[in-house]
C-alpha cells in the first residue's frame, strides 16, 4: 500500500490527478490531507439524496440529514461544484465565496480577474507605439553592427530584413 505523498505517515486512500497547463501531475493522499485539500468523497452528498427520497415519500417527516445551501438561481450545491470542478452559475461565486476563494487563489494565484490584457501589458504596447520609427531603427542598426563584430550572421540576417521592412514603411 502507497504512503501518503503529503504527509507521508499514513496509507493513501485518494488518487489525486491534475492536469494544469496541460502538465499532468499525480499524487496519493490519506483522507486526513485529501479532506484538508478540499478533495471530498464523491458520494457524501448520497445521504441526503436519499434523506430526501424517503422524506418525498413520508410527507418530508424524516429530517435531512445534512444542511446543504443550494444556490437559489442554479440549485447547486457547495459539494456538487467540489465534485464537479464547474461553478453552477455567477450567483456561485458569491454564494459559496469563502470555500470557493482558497480554491481559486491556489490553482490561479489570484482570485480577482484581470482579464487576458493587464494594464501593465497594455502601458508597454502603448509605450512601444509612441516610441520613434527612427529610434527603433537606430537600435537595430547599433544591434546589426554588433552582430557582425561577433560573427553572428543569422541575427544579422533577421535584424538586417526587419530594418529594410521598417524603411520601407516609412
Do not use: W
Request: proline share 2%; glycine share 6%; net charge neutral.
Amino acid at each position: 500500500m502507497r504512503k501518503c505523498d503529503k504527509c507521508g505517515a499514513q496509507n493513501a486512500t485518494t488518487h489525486v490527478k491534475t492536469i494544469i497547463n496541460g502538465e499532468l501531475t499525480e499524487y496519493d493522499l490519506c483522507s486526513a490531507c485529501a479532506h484538508k485539500l478540499g478533495y471530498t468523497n464523491v458520494f457524501s452528498d448520497m445521504e441526503s439524496d436519499f434523506s430526501n427520497l424517503l422524506g418525498s415519500f413520508f410527507g418530508n417527516v424524516l429530517p435531512a440529514r445534512t444542511q446543504s445551501t443550494r444556490c437559489e438561481f442554479c440549485g447547486t450545491t457547495y459539494a456538487e461544484i467540489a465534485n464537479s470542478g464547474h461553478v453552477g452559475c455567477a450567483n456561485c461565486y458569491t454564494l459559496f465565496a469563502d470555500r470557493l476563494n482558497p480554491s481559486i487563489v491556489r490553482i490561479h494565484g489570484n482570485a480577482a480577474h484581470c482579464g487576458k490584457h493587464s494594464k501593465a501589458l497594455e502601458q508597454e504596447k502603448a509605450a512601444e507605439k509612441e516610441k520613434p520609427k527612427q529610434d527603433t531603427v537606430k537600435d537595430l542598426q547599433e544591434q546589426l553592427e554588433k552582430a557582425v563584430a561577433r560573427q553572428d550572421f543569422e541575427r544579422a540576417a533577421e535584424l538586417r530584413d526587419k530594418i529594410r521592412e521598417m524603411e520601407g514603411s516609412k
